[in-house]
C-alpha cells in the first residue's frame, strides 16, 4: 500500500528480456542468441482507496490498455485520497511466445510536483542495450543516480531499438510523444548506424536529427543528444556525424548529452 496519496503519481511497467533489441514485440532478427519474455497484450492499472490487502476493497481502473505493444511503458494517473495501487494484466500479446508473459518490474512515481525527473531513452541498439534493466544490465541508470543521490530515482523507459537508423526514429517520435506526455526528458542516441559502410554524407542525419528537436521542444519536452560512440570497422566518418550532433546543441542551445566517443 502507499500511505499517502499523492495527486498525481506515474506508472512504470517493464519486462526482462536477455537481449533487448526492439522497442516493440522483440524480433531478435537473426543477429543474437535470445529468449525472448514478450510483455501482456493487454492491461489495466487500478486504485483503490479502502483496501486492507491488495485484493479487498472498492478498486476503479484508472489506466486501461487494450492493445499494448510495449516492452516498457509508463502512465500518469490522479491518485489523490489513494492509499493503493495494482497492475491488472487482461490478456497475452498476440505474438506471445513459449516463454509466455514475465513482467519484470511495477515502479510508482509520486510527480504530484514535478515530473522533471523522468526519462525516454530513445536510440539503436547501443541505447537498447545500455538501458536494459534486467538483471544483467545492472546498476541501472535510475540506480546510478539513487546511489549518487540519495532521494532521487528517475523514471526510465528504453525506447532502444537495434540496427535503427535516426529516420526510424524520427517516424516513432510522434506517437511515442503523444503517449508519453508525462516525460520531460527525451535523450537520444543515433549515428552508429547511419555511419555504418563510411558513409560520409550528414545531411538526411542532420535533417532527421533537427525534426526530432523541433517535435520534442513543440511538445514541451527537453531534447537531449548523446554523441556517437567510436566503432571500429567501416565508420571511419563517425566524427563527421558527431559535429553534426555537436552544431545542433549549440544552435538550438540544448542540453549537451553524454560525449561516449
Known sequence: ????????VLGRTTRGATVLVDER????????PCRVELPPGSYRIETSADSTNGSNG???????VPD??????AHGFD??????????????SKDTYQYGIQPDELDVHDISASADDTWFFLGDSVTA??????PKGQPSF??????????????????GIGFEKSAEGLKRLPQLLKEHPDVKHWAIGYGTNDSAGNNGDTSEFGNNLEQMVQLIKA?????????????PDEHENIPKFNDVIDALVKRHNLTPGPDLY
Open 1 to 8: 500500500p502507499i500511505r499517502y496519496g499523492y495527486v498525481k
Open 25 to 32: 514485440p522483440v524480433d531478435c532478427r537473426g543477429q543474437y
Open 58 to 64: 472498492t478498486w476503479k481502473a484508472v489506466v486501461t
Open 68 to 73: 499494448n505493444e510495449y516492452r516498457t511503458r
Open 79 to 92: 491518485f489523490k485520497g489513494q492509499r493503493w495501487v495494482r497492475w491488472v494484466v487482461t490478456g497475452p
Open 129 to 134: 542495450m545500455a538501458f536494459n534493466r534486467n
Open 142 to 159: 535510475a540506480e546510478v543516480v539513487a546511489k549518487k543521490h540519495p532521494g532521487y530515482f528517475p523514471m526510465q523507459l528504453n525506447g
Open 219 to 231: 511538445a514541451g519536452k527537453n531534447p537531449i543528444f548523446a554523441r556517437i560512440p567510436f566503432a
